[in-house]
């Protein structure tokens, strides 16, 4: 009995560790589909500005990214995300596959950011446009 209920507590913290950020605090994850239909549909007037920010190499910028993006490579987008962005500004990051998006949404939020987004999957899941 006891050891069921160590596994018990064991797969509840693997499960809390997989979960997506908790409302409120300050970023979130977003889908490539969602997101694609966010970029096809009109922007409302009072909309914040959108900044997209590609983590990516820069040759695999090059190559092709999301309309309207900028590239800021990992790991120097850790240092200067924080100074170049707008806390003010809808940010929207993207990367290989997430966790460097994750990485630095969780640094943006610590530096006062309060719109953070990561596309899930980052580039690797994108079915959206592209541009080169």
Do not use: Y
Request: hydrophobic share 45%; net charge negative; aromatic share 4%.
């Amino acid at each position: 009995m006891r050891r069921l209920a160590v596994v018990a507590l064991a797969l509840a913290l693997v499960a809390s560790c997989s979960r997506s950020p908790e409302i409120g605090s300050g970023w979130s994850r977003v889908t490539p589909g969602d997101f694609a239909a966010e970029l096809a549909a009109p922007k409302p007037e009072a909309a914040p500005n959108q900044v997209i920010v590609d983590v990516r190499e820069p040759e695999l910028f090059a190559a092709g990214h999301i309309p309207g993006a900028i590239n800021m490579p990992w790991p120097n987008v850790k240092q200067t995300a924080p100074v170049e962005l707008n806390a003010a500004d809808d940010i929207v990051i993207v990367c290989h596959g997430g966790p460097m998006g994750d990485a630095l949404a969780e640094i943006l939020v610590a530096k006062g950011f309060t719109r953070v987004r990561n596309i899930a999957g980052g580039m690797d899941d994108w079915t959206g446009p592209t541009e080169r």
